[in-house]
């Protein structure tokens, strides 16, 4: 079941960068925020400062491949961006997997989660 759309709007990124709140780590910054629509958007940005397109698409599709394997960790109704940093170039499946979690947990925003 797909819980899930896409933020394509650049005045949605705008938007959430502007009234998100945001976490960030080794390999990424993740800014959030309620859209009261009962379904999550991810945006996902990924800057030339990282490298050329084949790189960037590869990030782009690792983080996509993690929040879709793990969206059901997630509460509902939120608009969330992912900026890949340049440290990213080089990161693994199971690295992004796990620094998604970990900014998911930092925002509050995982189901279940122990505080």
């Known amino acids: 079941m797909k819980f899930s759309e896409s933020l394509k709007k650049n005045s949605y990124?705008?938007?959430?960068?502007?009234?998100?709140?945001?976490?960030a780590n080794r390999f990424f910054v993740m800014y959030v925020l309620e859209n009261n629509l009962g379904i999550n958007r991810l945006g996902i940005s990924v800057s030339k400062k990282v490298g050329n397109?084949?790189?960037?698409?590869?990030?782009?599709?690792?983080?996509?491949?993690s929040y879709r394997l793990q969206e059901e960790m997630f509460n509902s109704g939120l608009d969330?961006?992912?900026?890949?940093?340049?440290?990213?170039?080089?990161?693994?499946?199971?690295?992004?997997?796990?620094?998604?979690?970990?900014l998911g947990n930092l925002h509050h925003i995982l189901k279940n989660q122990v505080t």
Do not use: C, D
């Open 80 to 102: 969330i961006v992912v900026i890949a940093r340049v440290s990213a170039k080089s990161v693994s499946y199971h690295e992004t997997e796990k620094a998604i979690l970990h």
């Open 53 to 65: 397109s084949v790189i960037r698409h590869h990030i782009t599709r690792l983080v996509r491949e």
């Open 13 to 23: 990124f705008q938007n959430v960068y502007r009234n998100g709140k945001s976490y």
